[in-house]
């Protein structure tokens, strides 16, 4: 989950609003992850998260929204699910 505030205006590139509530607001996928740019603060490239959305495809990045990786923007790193296949021999 998400606060998808800044999600609404999103384009493309790496998003890293400084200002983001942490208030969950809208469901998710977490499919990747990578680095890319130059942040200033770290001195290297900037870590993001790569999230696929349910607004289509002519949303964002032909519907994924790639966020700031380890710093909690938006609460990404707030609430996390996980699943894990269990096979069967029936």
Not at 10 to 27: A, F, N, Q, T
């Amino acid at each position: 989950a998400i606060n998808a505030v800044f999600m609404q205006t999103y384009v493309g590139g790496v998003s890293c609003p400084y200002i983001c509530s942490k208030r969950l607001d809208h469901g998710v996928l977490l499919v990747g992850y990578g680095s890319a740019g130059y942040s200033p603060i770290r001195m290297k490239e900037k870590p993001y998260w790569i999230i696929k959305n349910s607004w289509g495809e002519n949303w964002g990045e032909n519907g994924f929204y790639k966020i700031c990786r380890g710093r909690n923007i938006c609460g990404v790193d707030s609430m996390v699910s996980t699943v894990a296949a269990v096979t069967t021999s029936h």
